[in-house]
């Protein structure tokens, strides 16, 4: 037959793998270049040319608006629809093959399905009946001990702890909630992929149903896969069948959730005769962005090797920004996007990245500031999250305890013991006193109408929020809040969970006492400083977001941004313990994830980039003077510009990649290095500027000093 239509206007690499042969296939598609279209095509070649039936093809994607676009452009391929086919996410096709053999899987057929807030609940539920102090033992943390077990295959059984305290109540717990699942008739979302690796696992006419009925299994992004997903995809697919995987190992960035680097990597051993094609043709970026995103990646070592290019013109050199802190590098990057916009392109094909939720807070005060429309992809503003909502609701009942929702929203945030019942109580005696919830819960307390361990709790509460104007109402902003969160308990709660999310709501409880720091209370001038920032901070909250539809500015994490581009791209807080994170620095496999993070975030642009850098920046509640991230080194001299707010300099400061040095009376000095000076002490070296004998050497010194040096008469010591 004419196979010119399904390869028509493919690349010579996208061509062979379309039309391969091969039993076992592993496409290592690079970032932007057609790795979709690559599986669409293939599916289509499988049906129109090797004469496979849809009904022996199944293809497995990570989220429902992928597959639905993958069947869509499939049947607009063939012409015809491709409903026999089965095209889902893991979870999707797993809820499939539960429903259809819910009795051998040993559940209900009127099962229901658990989302994470539900799954809580029971959580929560199981718990309270095994008399677990939540205050000691977050449900949460129990709820992400499950999830990562059960991502790894594992029940209650398999679990060795050896004696181990936190392994042993999670895992009693984890049992208890099974009970209370099977009970129930329902599973969560990490169940449906375990509970349908078992049933093929453990049925032998069943998993040689499915093996002989797929007979090509197609995976996307399988990169991504964790230790249950690999398990399932290999039982589902017999020595026989046919196997296409796509992934790109460098843009495996989310180990933090169970996803396996390692999967991709031993493909080619856990499948025979694999057949290796890479798709390295890029058609997003230009080939300075390509160049330096290949430079960064190219220092991983574990790496299965590849090299964006494209045809392409090379494009403008990728623009560094020092900014003196993080004020200066908000107020840059509002005033080039203004610029961009009045130049005629659309605010929504800017987007600005960066490493820490916490940092879009002074990046959205800015952009209010100059009326730029925004949006944060895929997550709240600063002021709406639910860790600093829960602050400043315990500010807002120590300056009005006349505040009804902030009373209900902390009375028993973290967990103190105070269910439904106890706060149903307080607002019944609120409703017959006709008084606010405050009043009526020392009502309660004096009447002793709780158990005596609820009304215990209630009066530690109230005594806490008292207390808590009386010592802290005249003392400076940043100190209230700082001493409130410690006060509250509201820290430790999240120190207990686990995870990148806990770690990001630590960062922003953090970055609120910097912004109570920041704050100018001359703007509202008849309040007290706590009132006025309480009324900023709630304005902030307000409905000031654009809309989805709105021509916007996109904000988002690094990790948010994958799978996206941009003909502009902002990264913000390019510093070394900030991206590279400080918790990744000292393993080396998490650095390398960070490695990876940063070419995501690089290959995310496809006509212009900006890396952005603070010579000074509040982290995490304290001053730092940061190196510049190893990120930013790694790129090539030739492909960077150091640009300021009203000008741009051609020659970049750095006038090498990660190796540029300064030599002065025969001692060499290189960026990042540690040096030592007879006054100020040890530091690192941020920057030189100049050069020759006015060449300058910008140090920031441990004990707090960030001093920019002569180099000639700095009398610098190399560590």
Known sequence: MDVTPILDGLNKAQREAVSSPDAALLVLAGAGSGKTRVLVHRIAWLISVEQLSPHCIIAVTFTNKAAQEMRGRVENLLGHSASAMWIGTFHGLAHRLLRAHA??????????????????????????????????????????????????????????????????????????????????????????????????????????????????????????????????????????CGVTIVGDDDQSIYGWRGAKIENIQRFDRDYADVKTIRLEQNYRSTGTILK???????????????????????????????????????????????????????????????????????????????????????????????????????????YNHQD???????????????????????????????????????????????????????????????????????????EQIQLTIEASNLMEMYAKEKGEKALARKENLAELASAAREFDVDDYPELSPMTAFLAHASLEAGDTQAEQYEDCVQLMTLHSAKGLEFPLVFIAGMEEKLFPHMMSMDEPDKLEEERRLAYVGITRAMKKLYLLYAEKRRLWGKDTYPAVSRFIREIPAQLKEEVRLNSQIATPTFSSGATQDVVNDGIEFKL??????????????????????????????????????MLAYARLEAL
């Not at 042993?168 to 329902?186: D, T």
């Not at 290095?673 to 030189?688: D, E, T």
């Open 103 to 240: 009795r051998d899987a040993n559940l209900p057929d009127t099962f229901q399905i658990l989302d994470s807030d539900d799954q809580l609940r029971v959580i929560k539920r199981v718990m309270k009946e095994m008399n677990l102090d939540d205050t000691e033992w977050p449900p949460k943390q129990a709820q992400w001990f499950i999830n990562k077990q059960k991502d790894e295959g594992k029940r209650p059984k398999d679990i060795k702890h050896q004696g181990d305290l936190f392994t042993s109540v999670h895992c009693k717990v984890y049992f208890q909630y099974e009970e209370a699942c099977k009970i129930g008739g329902l599973v969560d979302f990490g169940e449906l992929l375990l509970r349908t690796y078992e049933l093929l696992r453990d049925n032998q006419h069943l998993r040689d149903h499915y093996q002989q009925r797929f007979q090509h299994l197609l995976v996307d992004e399988f990169q991504d896969t964790n230790g249950i997903q690999y398990a399932w995809l290999k039982l589902i697919s017999n020595k026989d």
């Open 404 to 478: 009804d929702a902030a009373f209900e929203r902390v009375v028993n945030t973290p967990p103190r013991g105070l269910g439904q019942k106890s706060v149903e109580k307080i607002r019944e005696t609120a409703r017959a006193e006709q008084t606010n919830l405050w009043q009526a819960a020392w009502k309660v307390v004096e009447d002793k109408q709780l158990s005596p361990k609820a009304n215990g709790a209630l009066l530690m509460f109230l005594e806490l929020i008292k207390q808590g104007y009386q010592e802290f109402h005249e003392l400076p902003l940043e």
């Open 672 to 709: 990042g290095q540690m040096v030592n000076h007879p006054k100020w002490g040890s530091g690192v070296i941020l920057n030189f500027e100049g050069e020759g004998d006015r060449t300058v050497v910008h140090v920031s010194f441990d004990c707090g000093e960030s001093k920019r040096l």
């Open 292 to 398: 330096a995103a290949n430079a960064v990646i190219a220092n991983n070592q574990e790496r299965m090797g590849k090299n964006l290019w494209t045809e392409d013109d090379e494009g403008e050199p990728i623009s560094l920004y020092a900014a003196f802190n993080e004020q200066e590098e908000a107020r840059f990057i509002s005033s080039r996007i203004n610029e961009w916009h009045e130049d005629g392109n659309a605010f929504a094909d800017c987007a600005i990245l960066y490493r820490s939720n916490a940092q879009s807070r002074v990046l959205e005060e800015y952009l209010l500031q100059r009326q730029i429309p925004y949006r944060i992809y895929g997550g709240l503003k600063f002021f709406e999250r639910a860790e600093v909502k829960d602050t400043l609701a315990y500010l807002r009942l120590m």
